[in-house]
């Protein structure tokens, strides 16, 4: 079965540089969810999407923004990177479950950022 | 607000044994749901149960049990005949009220030694 498919899988970068992660939806999967795990924590949820609209907003800081596109993929850009960023970033899709108001949530492989 | 307290930092066994990791939320919704998911040291998050707050059956997935139980708040997952390959870290999470995103406890490392 398809699975939610994130690149770049690992991303090196430096202070005060710029970053953009992408995420690509299991098929017909409509909703798109960011998450972010720093080392040794549990993930942190960041911003969601439903149908290309921003559906909810956790913890993002405003270096960080993100946009879900009309094939659904989403990406998050995020400038003036600091050593704090360095930590690993899950994208997750989910889809209207019949009779269900809350959707399982399968998440990608995880893209892993260290700023140096 | 929504919050998930996983006490177990670690916890460490042998082989086929048996070893339940605990899981207490507090949530002031009616409505809620929660969940468990597995990081195995490869890093992905492995979805493993959802279970909505209407529905306190227990629910057995060969090995696996969880034990639901409201009066407590609690969501405790149970792992039967424990193998090497389960050794991860376990997460709980909830959400509800409406919002999709996943609160997560700090999770459980479960290592599981031949």
Known sequence: AAGVIQSPRHLIKEKRETATLKCYPIPRHDTVYWYQQGPGQDPQFL???YEKMQSDKGSIPDRFSAQQFSDYHSELNMSSLELGDSALYFCASSTPAPGLSSYEQYFGPGTRLTVT | AQKVTQAQTEISVVEKEDVTLDCVYETRDTTYYLFWYKQPPSGELVFLIRRNSFDEQNEI????????????SSFNFTITASQVVDSAVYFCALNGGGSEKLVFGKGTKLTVNP
């Open chain 1, 47 to 49: 911003i969601s999407f």
């Open chain 2, 61 to 72: 997935s060969g090995r696996y049990s969880w034990n639901f139980q409201k009066s407590t």
